[in-house]
């Protein structure tokens, strides 16, 4: 579903990614674990086309995102190129970014309406049956102003379903969120890794959910995969010290 | 008796007249200044350097200048360039370019203040540019600067006076009232006493949204 080769990612002369590979399987679940600054987001925002990798190709099921395909040649890719690839992702972020001049329907029909040609009432079909799943049916009249966080990223996770992705990036969703709503947006997640064959790429500190719908977990440092594995080896058994060193370090601090 | 009650009473017609003139000079001026300040900023920001650096320069340009000297220009220097429109018109397009200029640096500090995650969740999502713009940018941006653009609109009703060089708005009705029977106390005590009458209580108003404004965000 995904492919990274030799992606080269640097901001001014830091180098964030080192001709990074790896691959992602339809259907897959994976989780990305390590310090700060190792890359992890940037490989999320590379997904969403919200940065320009500087080297390497990315495929994203038989579509190149950097590049595209003309008389057999790879050349750099254009708006109109990206736009279509870019609708197979969705992506939730850490500080939601709900718009917040708009209800919480018209957050999840605007999408839908302006860029599927969904009706109206298609539409918010669409966005009641989501809302049911992320348990706030009641507040499809609400404005996200008027939501806790964990509601308001329950309602950003709808929204970015609302489009039937095919692979849902999660970039550290629960990390601005009060300790006790953190639960909300993991069951949410949970449930939705269980019941779709939706793939996810998450960049997680929270090593409990990594655990539980994680069918691979890589293990990220300065720009490269240090370790990847299933999460019952790596959180139990890993193979590098860097591995052990980080994870003894989340959970002291947890 | 310095104040001739009689004489300001009989001038009241002439100079409420003016008022008028003024009143209308400045809501359409903001409406021009409303509309072009907001294109202006958006090509300022558009990817076509040529357009932007144009408009760069107009906004500059016309900035650094004063008005008097814009509509001098537009008065006298295009009919010449055989572009005419009645004295009116000209006043109107006069003060709407020059305020546009400083509207769109409001507009412009307006958009900046959304924050790049509204940006962002709009990739994410594909919207088209023009609905980012419509639908999410827009909305969030001119309600934060509804007080500043008010404000240009009090400053643009006293600045109508300038137009008197050829229009008969409030100020330039004063001082053909006076002119006629060289009286000048009461035309231009009451003239001032009109401009207060407006100006003060729209600085309430903007003041009062300015506050709402700051709940809403």
């Known amino acids: 579903m995904i492919v990274f080769e030799k992606v080269v990612k640097q901001y001014g002369g830091n ?130 102003s008027q939501l806790s966080g964990g509601q308001q990223q329950r309602v950003a996770i709808a929204r970015a379903l609302a489009m039937r992705p095919d692979v849902l990036l999660l970039d550290e969703v629960t990390s601005a969120l009060d300790p006790e709503l953190v639960a909300g947006v993991l069951n949410v997640l949970k449930d939705i890794a269980k019941t779709t064959d939706i793939t996810l790429l998450c960049v997680t500190h929270e090593m409990g959910f990594a655990r539980d719908v994680s069918d691979r977990v890589l293990m990220f440092d300065q720009g490269v995969v240090v370790e990847e594995a299933t999460p019952a080896k790596l959180f139990t058994d890993p193979d590098h010290q860097r591995t052990r060193d980080f994870l003894r370090a989340v959970i002291e601090r947890a | 008796m310095l104040w001739d009650w009689g004489y300001a009473i009989d001038i009241l017609p002439e100079l409420l007249r003016g008022l008028l003139v003024t009143v209308q ?67 109107v397009i006069g003060l709407g370019l020059h305020y546009a200029c400083y509207t769109a640096e409001v507009y412009r500090a307006g958009i900046e203040a959304v924050p790049k995650g509204q940006w962002e969740a709009c990739t994410a999502l594909s919207l088209p540019r023009s609905r980012v713009w419509t639908g999410v940018i827009l909305p969030q941006a001119v309600p934060r600067v509804l007080p500043a653009l008010g404000n240009y609109m009090i400053s643009m009703f006293k600045e109508t006076l300038l137009l008197a060089i050829s229009v008969l708005e409030l100020v330039g009705a004063a001082r053909e009232v006076g002119s006629d029977t060289f009286r000048y106390i009461e035309p231009f005590t009451l003239a001032g006493i009109f401009f207060l009458l407006v100006s003060y209580p729209a600085g309430v108003l903007v003041r009062r949204l300015e506050r709402r404004v700051g709940y809403a965000t």
Request: proline letters at 5%; aromatic letters at 8%; charged letters at 25%.
């Open chain 2, 25 to 91: 000079a400045t809501l359409l001026g903001s409406a021009v200044a409303y509309a072009l300040g907001l294109v202006f900023a958006l090509v300022r920001r558009s990817r076509i350097p040529v357009l932007s650096q144009a408009v760069w320069l107009l906004v500059e340009f016309v900035r650094s200048t004063p008005l008097l000297v814009q509509l001098f220009f537009l008065y006298f220097v295009l009919p010449d360039l055989g572009i005419r429109f009645d004295a009116f018109t000209t006043g």
């Open chain 1, 15 to 144: 180098v964030v990614l080192r001709e990074l590979d790896f691959a992602v399987q339809p259907g897959e679940h994976v989780t990305l674990i390590g310090p700060s600054g190792s890359g992890k987001t940037t490989i999320l925002r590379l997904l969403m086309t919200l940065e320009k990798a500087d080297g390497g190709t990315i495929q994203v099921g038989e579509d190149y995102l950097t590049h595209m395909e003309r008389r057999g040649k790879l050349v750099p890719c254009d708006e109109k190129h990206l736009r279509r690839v870019r609708r197979r992702i969705g992506m939730v972020f850490q500080q939601f970014n709900l718009f917040p001049n708009m209800k919480v329907m018209q957050n999840l029909t605007e999408a839908p309406v302006r860029v599927l040609g969904l009706s109206k009432d298609e539409a918010a079909e669409r966005a009641r049956d989501l809302l049911e799943l992320v348990g706030l049916s009641d507040k499809a009249d609400a404005h996200p």
